[in-house]
């Protein structure tokens, strides 16, 4: 393990920081696959928007996410750094960032304790130790620590902002109990966050995780997906493309709808397992394979989740009973046996993505970077218009993110006339749909 300590702090604390010239090597690769957070650093690098911020982030510390915290650097901030996932570190990453003189405390494979101590030493920051004013989260563990843990921090912070979709529940939970005293921006339901991150990255990372880990081969293989939301949709047509036979389980009737008319079949949990060779879990919800399903499964039935927590997965049945049988057979896949059956679990049941692979491409995490620079730069610039609560950036930014992909691609867009946007009630630059319209 590789630190930094002073008197009066940890500087910072990584798996090995002779990593860190690999990390910088690939993080420079990245910057060219992040058209959008590159643009922010053109547009506002030399105003320095965030000077005097002290943003605390937790975030999985991947290369990607190091070109996100580097930019905000860039654009003025003092920056702390932890990893939501227990699992997800990049260690070359977190080798790079801590090289270059930020303070990360972050290593692949942190025990639950490891994990909040980690959050922790993201409040303070340098030898003066001075407060967080700023979060930028993703699953909500950093902020719950600050509300619940050190409430009197909160006076000074000016706003959050939430990545995914399982942390702005708890934050609307907070709202709806009066318990929220501060600004939040979801950034999750960007457009150009939820509807290409949680679909376009889930149909990329899915089967690299799932290869990468048990090197089966998918193709006529029967594959479980549970849920039907973007992560859902693009973990159905991840498996599909890879030539696997996909079936749904859903509890909305318009997701089960979609999936239907997509060419899947919808079935129940408790039937669909006995026929598997694959089951993911993509809810974002608790207990969707629990005892009954173990115990329909097949003889070496794959089983992950790409949700946010592991507790989609009953993780705690399956060690509690079955804990005596679990044979390792490399970092983050796991065989246990029930009644005879063999049952490979990978990443501990949390974010197979992230834990058995790399997590989603540079370029689609741009798009939901680039939404929480834009976040972080909204709440810190006009703190005065915003009362506690929680708020999604309006529309002309959304547009602006996607707009900044777009070269990168070689897309080239049409214009309206004057006309013909008076004719749908725009204007010429846009927005060029309302706020009600669903992507």
Known sequence: MSEIKSDKFIKFKVKDISLADWGRKEITLAEAEMPGLMALREEYGAA???????????????????V??????????????????????????????AAAGISVYAWKGLTEEEFDWCIEQ????????????????????LTNMVLDNYPELVKEIK??????????HR????????????????????????????KYGCKESLVDAIRRATDVMMAGKVAVVAGYGDVGKGSAASLRGAGA??????????????????GFAVKRMVDAVKEADIVVTATGNKDIISEKHFRGMRDKTIVCNIGH???????????????????????????????????????????????????????????????????????WTNTDQYEPGVFVLPKHLDEKVAA???????????????????????????????EYYRY
Not at 159 to 168: H, I, K, M, R, Y
Request: charged share 20%; proline share 4%.
């Open 48 to 66: 320095q928007p965030l000077k005097g911020a002290r943003i605390a982030g937790c975030l999985h510390m991947t290369i990607q996410t190091a």
């Open 68 to 97: 996100l915290i580097e930019t905000l650097v860039a654009l003025g901030a003092e920056v702390t750094w932890s990893s939501c996932n227990i699992f997800s570190t990049q260690d070359h990453a977190a080798a790079a960032i």
């Open 122 to 141: 993201t409040l303070f920051f340098g030898e003066e130790r001075q407060p967080l004013n700023m979060i930028l989260d993703d699953g909500g563990d």
């Open 159 to 168: 706003g959050l902002s939430e990545e995914t979709t399982t942390g702005v």
């Open 171 to 198: 934050l609307y939970e907070r709202m709806k109990k009066g318990t929220l005293p501060m600004p939040a921006i979801n950034v999750n339901d960007s457009v150009t966050k939820s509807k290409f991150d949680n």
């Open 245 to 262: 036979r996909v079936i749904v389980t859903e509890i909305d009737p318009i997701c089960a709808l979609q999936a239907a008319m997509d």
């Open 309 to 379: 927590f592991d507790n989609e997965i009953d993780m705690a049945w399956l060690n509690k009973n079955y804990g005596h049988t679990k044979n390792v057979i490399k970092p983050q896949v796991d065989l246990y046996n029930i009644e005879g059956n063999d049952i490979i679990v990978l990443a501990e049941g949390r974010l197979v993505n992230l834990g058995c692979a790399t997590g989603h491409p540079s370029f689609v995490m741009s798009n939901s970077f680039t939404n929480q620079t834009l976040a972080q730069l909204e709440l």
């Open 404 to 434: 900044l992909h777009l070269a990168k691609l070689g897309v080239v867009l049409e214009e309206l006339s004057q006309d013909q946007a008076e004719y749908i009630g725009v204007t010429v630059e846009g927005p060029y749909k309302p």
